[in-house]
């Protein structure tokens, strides 16, 4: 008899429910996050389970790979598509569960993608990147609020960089103030220092790909952006159109119209955020470098408005991504922007 599982996955404990194709509940039980303990519970059903169900929380890794690689036909749970039956009136991890279960046995699971484990440390290591850079961004402004607070002089971020320790006794004569200058300071070279050691272990990893040097053909796209885009989307088959793929980066309006009106929006947060910041830099490089895409850009927001001008050109850029990694070519500006 086939098994269906769900897995409701905790910080620290995790609920496992295997039903049957009557939705009978066969095992039920809490268990502590495990991976020796939880395989050990699920032996005896091995040969009769089909699937089992993960959300996709922030700690899935461990979890996912471990129970593929006994020989369990895993799959991701899309939370954001997810929703309870609403005729619940009580429910609780079981409940999650069970419920995740079901609709793995009715075939309508929203299902997310398991990235291949390979290719995970890459670019969660990139991603770590752009956590130090907006760390070394926040430093930054934080000194150029203390220069100008007490001096009542702006210095670009470049300058902050370059400043030494005899520059800022100059420019604050203060001990205290000094001090705080120095002290962020010592935090942003710090910071500057390990952004060179990721980006330079990044780009070892990515050089001898293909689609690394194509996508650096697209206006706007250099080698952060690129490998920010190709680790990011990972296998692009896995969208079945272009239309989807520009979806999941976020270059599409979630909004729900009737009649012409305006009725609420969808979930603006679905997609990736590390593409919509990508594609987001790339149009706004494209405009300041290429008169075709300034020109592009110009017309449209005669027509909209500014921000909704710079999505467009992001959306754009997004769609000839899609068909540079699809078929393996270099970029075309004029099928791109006319």
Known sequence: ??????????????????????????????????????????????????????????????LVDGLMEAGYCMHLANPAAIQQYSGLKYSDDHSDARWLAHMLRLGVLPEGYIYPKAQRPVRDLLRKRKNLVEQQSANVLSVQNIIVRNLGTRLSANRIKQLSLADVETLLPDYDQALAVSSALAVVNCLG??????????????????????????????????????????????????????????????????????????????????????????????????????????????????????????????????????HQVPFDETKAFG
Not at 37 to 55: D, S
Not at 229 to 239: A, D, M, N, P, Q
Request: proline residues 5%; contains cysteine; aromatic residues 8%.
């Open 193 to 326: 220092q390990q952004i060179k050691i990721v980006e330079k272990r990044v780009h070892t990893q990515m050089r001898t790909t293909p689609l690394y040097e194509l996508l650096r053909t697209v206006s706007g796209i250099g080698p952060i952006l690129s490998q920010t885009i190709l680790l990011e989307t990972g296998e692009i088959k896995r969208f079945a159109s272009v239309g989807e793929y520009a979806s999941y980066c976020r270059c599409v309006n979630s909004t729900k119209v009737s009649n012409g009106k305006r009725k609420g929006q969808g979930n603006v947060k679905n997609g990736n955020p590390y593409l919509s910041w990508a594609y987001a830099e790339a149009a706004t490089f494209a405009i300041r470098l290429n008169p075709r895409v300034q020109r592009y850009y110009q017309r449209k927001q005669a027509k909209t408005n500014v921000p909704v001008a710079r999505k467009t050109v992001a959306h754009k850029l997004a769609r000839a991504c899609d068909h540079i990694m699809r």
């Open 1 to 62: 008899m086939p098994l269906y599982g769900g897995i409701d996955l905790h910080g620290n404990n995790s609920v496992v429910v295997l039903i049957n194709e009557q939705d009978q509940v066969l095992y039920q039980k809490r268990l502590p996050n495990d991976l020796a303990t939880i395989l050990e519970q699920l032996a005896p059903y091995h040969p009769e389970i089909e699937g089992l169900v993960v959300e996709s929380t922030y700690n899935w890794y461990w």
